[in-house]
């Protein structure tokens, strides 16, 4: 089913503006404070504006993101280096869930990476966090490892799991 964007919102609510369109594009140093921004929104233990200065001078680091109303709506981080690539993470500010746009982001990295040659795709996620497990799970993503308490906040595990890129599916 599609879903039509504010649709349940209650009467008076501010309402979101559209949702991006278009593709994810790279980011860079001037995105820094949304990305913060969206960091604090979204994780429990969030990156910072030094982590994400250090991921953007590191050439095998890319960040993406949507743009939306003077800030950003999603943005993923990848770390790619010869034939493997990593999701470092994945976020959609929270407002804008359940209408596409992490299934969009991460189409077009795993697209990018096709192009580049990557043969093999990791990544790790709370055990708890089963919409961004089905989201990866949708693209092929499959369990391979845990990481017995892994975060520090809570000591929950994390589960690695691998997407090989020629019998993963587009999503
Ligand atoms: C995980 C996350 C990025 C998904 O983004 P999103 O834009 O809401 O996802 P989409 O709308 O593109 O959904 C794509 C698919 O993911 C799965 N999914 C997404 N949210 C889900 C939820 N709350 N429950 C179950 N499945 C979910 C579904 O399979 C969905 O397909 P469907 O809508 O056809 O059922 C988002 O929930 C998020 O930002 N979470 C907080 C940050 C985070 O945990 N990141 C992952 C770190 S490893």
Same mark, same amino acid.
């Given at each position: 089913?599609?879903?039509?964007?504010?649709?349940?919102?209650?009467?008076?609510?501010?309402?979101?503006?559209?949702?991006?369109?278009?593709?994810?594009?790279?980011?860079?140093?001037?995105?820094?404070?949304?990305?913060?921004?969206? *960091?604090?929104?979204?994780?429990?233990?969030?990156?910072?504006?030094?982590?994400?200065?250090?991921?953007?001078?590191?050439?095998?680091?890319?960040?993406?993101?949507?743009?939306?109303?003077?800030?950003?709506?999603?943005?993923?981080?990848?770390?790619?280096?010869?034939?493997?690539? *990593?999701?470092?993470?994945?976020?959609?500010?929270?407002?804008?869930?359940?209408?596409?746009?992490?299934?969009?982001?991460?189409?077009?990295?795993?697209?990018?990476?096709?192009?580049?040659?990557?043969?093999?795709?990791?990544?790790?996620?709370?055990?708890?966090?089963?919409?961004?497990?089905?989201?990866?799970?949708?693209?092929?993503?499959? *369990?391979?490892?845990?990481?017995?308490?892994?975060?520090?906040?809570?000591?929950?595990?994390?589960?690695?799991?691998?997407?090989?890129? *020629?019998?993963?599916?587009?999503?």
């Amino acid at each position: 089913m599609t879903r039509s964007h504010g649709q349940d919102a209650p009467p008076g609510a501010r309402r979101p503006p559209p949702l991006p369109g278009g593709a994810p594009v790279r980011l860079g140093p001037a995105d820094i404070p949304g990305l913060v921004e969206l *960091e604090r929104l979204c994780f429990a233990v969030p990156w910072n504006a030094k982590q994400y200065r250090t991921v953007m001078d590191n050439p095998p680091f890319r960040v993406f993101g949507l743009h939306h109303d003077e800030g950003l709506a999603a943005y993923l981080t990848l770390f790619a280096s010869d034939f493997e690539m *990593e999701i470092l993470n994945i976020a959609v500010r929270p407002d804008l869930r359940r209408m596409g746009l992490g299934r969009r982001m991460l189409a077009h990295v795993l697209q990018l990476c096709r192009k580049m040659g990557i043969q093999r795709g990791y990544l790790e996620v709370r055990r708890s966090n089963a919409a961004a497990r089905r989201l990866y799970e949708a693209f092929g993503f499959e *369990e391979v490892g845990v990481r017995k308490g892994y975060y520090p906040d809570n000591r929950e595990d994390a589960i690695v799991m691998r997407l090989e890129f *020629e019998t993963g599916q587009p999503g």
